[in-house]
């Protein structure tokens, strides 16, 4: 049982990059995020999909898209990279109704120069 | 919208006692969850209180006041692995599944 996947653990991208960051889990919870942790701050939701098919915004979308490619997988896209979005970047999921209890994946720290 | 006030950093002994409180704003809310996370880690959930009173898990408590807008994450018996960040984070109800952070309070246990 690994719980939550992400990759890449790290990355480097130029500014005007695009990438794509890649979540998995394999819980069988409906609900899963991604966030942003910058430097001694606290995470802000960034996209969020309470069910395979849906997506909603969260705090801080600009400059990010979503896919819920199926259960399992959640992905999110930086079209193009600004060094603003230098973070560490976490994925989490959670069961149905049981949003106070995510569980995170162990995060990719990017860096855009 | 939601906004969350922890302080920012505590710092005590071994075997000591530490409180961490939080307050917070929000139109509708459903509960406050703590979280922690070690330096280069993920966050980790702790406990959820949605209902007033206090929540024990081991050497960690909980504790929810939703007349003040207020809860507290009590550390017992400090350990040095206890060293970490802890989040509070308000759930409510115009939010879904949805959980808005506040900034972390950084404790640190000296020997």
């Known amino acids: 049982n690994a719980g939550v996947t992400q990759t890449p653990k790290f990355q480097v991208l130029k500014t005007g990059q695009s990438m794509t960051l890649q979540c998995a889990q394999d819980?069988?919870?409906?609900?899963m995020y991604w966030y942003r942790q910058d430097p001694g701050m606290g995470l802000r939701l960034i996209y969020y999909?309470?069910?395979?098919?849906?997506?909603d915004k969260g705090e801080v979308p600009n400059g990010y898209n979503v896919s819920r490619l199926n259960k399992r997988e959640f992905s999110l896209r930086l079209e193009s990279a600004a060094p603003s979005q230098t973070s560490v970047y976490f994925c989490a999921s959670s069961e149905g109704g049981r949003g106070y209890e995510q569980y995170f994946g162990p995060g990719t720290r990017l860096t855009v120069t | 919208g939601q906004s969350l006030e922890q302080p920012s950093e505590v710092t005590a002994v071994e075997g000591a006692i530490v409180q961490i409180n939080c307050t917070y704003q929000t139109s509708g809310f459903y509960g406050l969850s703590w979280y922690q996370q070690h330096d280069g880690g993920a966050p980790t959930f702790l406990s959820y209180?949605?209902?007033?009173g206090l929540e024990e898990t081991g050497r960690f408590s909980s504790f929810l006041s939703r007349s003040d807008s207020y809860g507290y994450l009590l550390l017992q018996e400090l350990q040095m692995k206890d060293s970490a960040s802890y989040f509070c984070?308000?759930?409510?109800?115009?939010?879904?599944?949805?959980?808005?952070f506040g900034g972390g309070t950084r404790v640190l246990v000296k020997p």
């Open positions: 819980m069988n919870h409906n609900s």
């Open positions: 999909s309470a069910s395979e098919g849906t997506t």
């Open positions: 984070a308000v759930r409510d109800s115009t939010a879904g599944n949805k959980l808005t």
């Open positions: 209180n949605a209902l007033d």
